[in-house]
Nanobody, 114 residues
């Protein structure tokens, strides 16, 4: 069992930045990877970025070069630094974890105005 709590969302202008945080609790030793996904109203959840226990990172093509994912195992947390934000980045951002099973946080809203 892993519980996830996201924070850091908000309203920013296009070109601005936000830093999202995901704090994991529970059976954190079982976590293999942590990542970020996003979902807009009426849209399917899509992959944004992930980082494995070994530090390997992956990014969606749409965010590569603008977003950076990082992980702090001592704090059982993952972060997503989002720069050069665009209106199309507007979505609920969810933390996802691969542990003994797949777990999702409740999400944090990111709104980018034009």
């Amino acid at each position: 069992q892993v519980q996830l709590a996201e924070s850091g969302g908000g309203l920013v202008q296009a070109g601005g930045s936000l830093r999202l945080s995901c704090a994991a609790s529970g059976n954190t030793f079982s976590i293999r990877s942590m990542g970020w996904y996003r979902q807009g109203p009426g849209r399917q959840r899509e992959f944004v970025a992930s980082v494995s226990s070994g530090g390997f990172t992956k990014y969606a093509d749409s965010v590569r070069g603008r977003f950076t994912i990082s992980r702090d195992d001592a704090k059982n947390s993952a972060y997503l630094q989002m720069n050069s934000l665009k209106p199309e980045d507007t979505a609920v951002y969810l933390c996802g974890v691969v542990a003994d099973a797949y777990y999702w946080g409740q999400g944090t809203q990111v709104t980018v105005s034009s």
